[in-house]
C-alpha cells in the first residue's frame, strides 16, 4: 500500500489532545480536542492549502521581488509567490523531514537545507511536537548553522485556529499595541503604527465581524512566564495559542483564500516580521555553530 502525497503521518494522543504531523514540511495536519477539530486541517492526500500548519523557514512570510543583501551579497529568491513578486514562508514547506524519535505523545522531526542559489548557506533544522494531556500541544524550533558563513535566520508557522464557526461571530483577542501596514502587494507600506482607534486593536477581545487582516503586530504583551497569547472563542468553545519571547511579532490574517474563506483564524507566531531579509529588522545573525530556539503552542477548551 502507497503512502499518501504528504509522506509519512505521524499521529500523537495525550488524555482529550490528538494530532496528526506529516512528513512533508514537518507540519500540523490536524489538531483536536475531545475530538473536535482545533485548527484547520486537510486531507493526507492532498497538498495544504493556504499553507495549512506550514512551517516557515528560514523567513516567514514575504521577501520583496525575492531580492535582498546579506553580508555584502547580493541574493536572488526564487519567486515563489508570482502574483505578487514575492517569496514566500521559507525554503522547507514541501520538504522531507525525518522522524528522529516518535513516541505516543511526540515527534521530533529534522531536515537538513542545503544551499540554493538565492540562500547559500547550510542549516540544520529540528521540530519537536509534543501533547500533554493539560498543557496540549507545544512545538519548539531548533535550528544550527551547520555551515561556515553567518546566515540570515528566521522562522514562523501558519496554523489556523477553528472553533468550528466562521471567525466573524468569534472573539478575538491579542495584545499587540502595534500593527505593520502592508501595500496592495501586502509588503510592508512604512512603519508599525498604533492599533488604537483602528481594526487592528483586539486588545479587549472584541467580536471580529467583518474585519479583514492579514498583517503583523508587534510590541507584544507577555504574560510573568513570557507569553504571548492569541485567543479565539465562539460557539462555547475557546482555542489559545501562546508564542515565547524568542517570537516579537505575531501575524493575524482572516483566511480569505482558505478553502472555506472565513472558517478559521491564521495565527502565526514570527521571529522576524514580514520583508525581513531585506530590510533587516528582526533578522538572527546565526554565526557558524551557533544555534537558535524557540517554542510556541495551542491550548483547547
Known amino acids: 500500500m502507497s503512502e499518501p502525497i504528504t509522506g509519512e503521518q505521524f499521529a500523537l494522543s495525550a488524555g482529550p489532545y490528538q494530532a496528526v504531523i506529516t512528513e512533508s514540511g514537518a507540519s500540523l495536519r490536524e489538531l483536536t480536542y475531545e475530538g473536535r477539530p482545533v485548527v484547520l486541517s486537510h486531507g493526507a492526500d492532498e497538498p495544504a492549502p493556504a499553507a495549512f500548519g506550514h512551517l516557515l523557514i528560514p523567513w516567514p512570510n514575504r521577501i520583496d521581488r525575492g531580492r535582498y543583501e546579506y553580508g555584502g551579497s547580493a541574493h536572488q529568491l526564487d519567486v515563489s509567490e508570482p502574483a505578487r513578486d514575492c517569496a514566500i514562508h521559507g525554503l522547507v ?16 522531526l529534522t531536515h537538513r ?18 501533547l500533554d494531556a493539560a498543557g496540549g500541544l507545544r512545538v519548539r524550533h531548533s535550528v544550527r548553522n551547520a555551515g561556515t558563513k553567518t546566515a540570515p535566520y528566521g522562522h514562523g508557522a501558519h496554523p489556523y485556529l477553528t472553533v468550528g464557526e466562521p471567525i466573524d461571530g468569534c472573539t478575538v ?11 496592495e502587494r501586502m509588503v510592508p507600506s512604512g512603519p508599525s503604527l498604533d492599533v488604537t482607534g483602528t481594526r487592528y486593536d483586539l486588545r479587549e477581545g472584541p467580536v471580529f465581524g467583518d474585519r479583514r487582516i492579514d498583517n503583523a503586530f508587534a510590541d507584544l504583551n507577555r504574560d510573568g512566564a513570557g507569553r504571548v497569547w492569541v485567543v479565539l472563542s465562539g460557539g462555547g468553545r475557546t482555542v489559545r495559542l501562546w508564542a515565547d519571547e524568542a517570537h516579537p511579532w505575531m501575524e493575524i490574517y482572516t483566511a480569505e483564500n482558505a478553502p472555506a474563506p472565513r472558517s478559521g483564524l491564521g495565527v502565526e507566531p514570527m521571529t522576524c516580521p514580514p520583508n525581513a531579509f531585506a530590510s533587516g529588522e528582526g533578522v538572527i545573525d546565526l554565526e557558524p555553530g551557533a544555534e537558535f530556539h524557540g517554542t510556541w503552542g495551542i491550548l483547547a477548551s
Do not use: Q
Request: a negative charge.
Open 173 to 183: 483577542t491579542l495584545g499587540a499595541d502595534r500593527y505593520i501596514p502592508v501595500d
Open 113 to 130: 537545507l542545503l544551499a540554493t542559489a538565492g540562500y547559500p548557506f547550510r542549516l540544520d533544522l529540528e521540530v519537536e511536537y509534543a
Open 93 to 108: 514547506r514541501w520538504a522531507s523531514w525525518k522522524a528522529a524519535g516518535h513516541e505516543p505523545d511526540r515527534v521530533r
